[in-house]
């Protein structure tokens, strides 16, 4: 019996890598033979993917051709034949008419001058010159482009970043870049000052609500109690007392003698203002509730908070119609109004989202915040809304939800938004700035700073809620220092002492 031969590992390992490179790496220097047809369907695809749009386009016209020629029946393209060209010599007999026949003068072929025709022919057939050639080199149209990849109807109207310019001929025309979009001037707006504080809640003001008669507001807070309060004067006319927790949400109703509350404590309570009691609760969420709203034409409520839902009731049975879920996050806000979509909410999950009120699902889901979308403000006049996150505040258009512009500069966590029927629009952010846009144009005409309460901490400066008045010429904010301040704008303020302090910029319309 033959002695195997013992190898160490090391050695065995090398022998079988190399014969495994012996064998399927041989030719590991030479590239791998290439397969026509995959290589035709390759450069195929290509081109089509690349070209698809313009690769089938027809030829534009040459202007030299003659005004009669057959250009439309696609002749004109190969070169003329012997058999088309027109014959220069014209029998004036059959020749030869049988074999033998003796030429003679009878039967001679007489030649004829060439016609103009016929020389405009041959010249047609010609190869075109290099002049030619470089006139007919011109850049197809993004019309002609779209048209011909019949795309028309799925892109809708044509871009007008290119704009064609016809000259006096039919080869000047060019493409030319269309000047960049400016932002149109702004309306001018008086600016706003603060004319009154009002100092009585004993913790941060959370919420307002004001009374439809606009002779008086409501406002809740931090420290449990909605206080009623005379519009005109600033006197507290009443305390409310029945939540256990903030009170985050007040609506009042334009119908009935009703205000409307909810609060952290899970709570939505129905108060009768001719007996000032709470006459109605609404059980049913599951967490902190941090907004409500009221149907403008139903009598329906809604309310959310940090459950992620939404919950729609019933203002006389006290029943829930509806739970809609589909926030991953705090619903923040919600607002309602009698056109669809009926219900709009904004949540920490950084969408906003627009409800089907029928059918009690999601109609569409505006995704391009980046952040938390704490406030939510429904146009008076206009069918759109304003949606507020730290990264920008933007504006939509019903019924879709579709991206009108951005409003960027409010450099802070946007609390609350307000806009009146004089498209001013108000942010107010998390360290007390105050922002006023032009609703129009997205221009920020005036920055202020809500001035601290004496005796309380610069760091309590923060706007949590705001809203105009009914008429739309009073700002009322409620603030981190436990006021409630009230703008105004300055009477005296002209365009000549307060100029508008705008330059066209060129529009950056960024929907993210």
Not at 260 to 289: M, P, T
Not at 390 to 401: A, L, R, T, V, Y
Request: glycine fraction near 6%; charged fraction near 25%.
């Amino acid at each position: 019996m033959e002695e195997v031969s013992k190898h160490s590992v090391h050695t065995l390992v090398f022998r079988s890598l190399k014969r495994s490179h012996d064998m399927f790496i041989s030719d590991n220097t030479q590239p791998p033979p290439q397969d026509e047809l995959s290589a035709r369907i390759k450069l195929a695809c290509k081109a089509r993917d690349e070209y698809g749009m313009v690769k089938d386009m027809v030829t534009p016209r040459d202007s030299t051709r003659h005004p009669d020629s057959n250009q439309d029946n696609g002749t004109n393209d190969r070169p003329i034949s012997e058999l088309d060209m027109p014959t220069q010599v014209v029998l004036n007999y059959p020749y030869p008419n049988a074999p033998g026949v003796q030429l003679s003068a009878e039967t001679a072929a007489q030649q004829q001058g060439l016609s103009q025709q016929g020389i405009d022919e041959v010249l047609r057939g010609l190869p075109l010159s290099q002049q030619a050639i470089e006139r007919r080199k011109m850049a197809a149209g993004v019309t002609d482009i779209k048209r011909h990849a019949g795309l028309e109807e799925r892109v809708g109207p044509t871009s007008n970043a290119l704009v064609a310019v016809t000259g006096g001929t039919k080869n000047s025309q060019a493409l030319l870049p269309r000047k960049a979009p400016t932002m149109p001037k702004p309306q001018w707006h008086a600016p706003w000052k603060l004319y009154r504080v009002i100092s009585g809640h004993l913790g941060w003001v959370r919420s307002l609500a004001v009374e439809p008669g606009n002779e008086w507001f409501v406002s809740g807070s931090n420290d449990r109690v909605i206080k009623i309060w005379d519009l005109a004067s600033g006197k507290l006319k009443l305390s409310l007392t029945g939540h256990i927790s903030a009170v985050r949400g007040l609506a009042v109703s334009k119908r009935q003698p009703y205000l409307f509350s909810c609060g952290e404590d899970k709570q939505v309570k129905c108060w009768d203002l001719e007996q000032n009691k709470v006459i109605r609760h609404y059980h049913g969420h599951l967490s902190a509730c941090h907004a409500l709203d009221l149907h403008p034409t139903l009598d329906i409520l809604a309310s959310c908070g940090r459950d992620a839902s939404i919950r729609i009731w019933d203002m006389r049975t006290k029943a829930c119609i509806h739970t809609l879920t589909g926030h991953t996050n705090t619903v923040a806000t919600v607002k309602c109004q009698a056109a669809e979509p009926q219900i709009v909410s904004g949540s920490h999950d950084s969408t906003v989202r627009l409800w089907d009120l029928a059918g009690g699902k999601t109609r569409a889901t505006l995704t391009n915040h980046k952040k938390s979308v704490r406030a939510l403000v429904l146009h008076p006049k206009l069918y759109m809304m304003a949606s507020a996150s730290p990264d920008n505040i933007k504006e939509w258009k019903f019924p879709d939800g579709n991206f009108i512009q951005n409003l960027s500069g409010h450099q802070a966590i946007v609390n609350c938004l307000a806009v009146n029927s004089d498209n001013v629009l108000v942010s107010g952010g998390d360290n007390g700035s105050l922002h006023f846009w032009d609703w129009r144009t997205g221009f920020n005409f005036q920055r202020t700073q809500a001035p601290t309460q004496s005796g309380s901490l610069d760091s309590e400066a923060g706007v949590f809620a705001m809203m105009f008045d009914n008429s739309g010429s009073r700002l009322i904010t409620a603030e981190a220092d436990k006021t409630i301040k009230i703008y105004k704008e300055d009477d005296e303020a002209t365009e000549e002492t307060h100029p508008l302090n705008w330059k066209p910029e060129i529009l950056k319309k960024k929907k993210y």
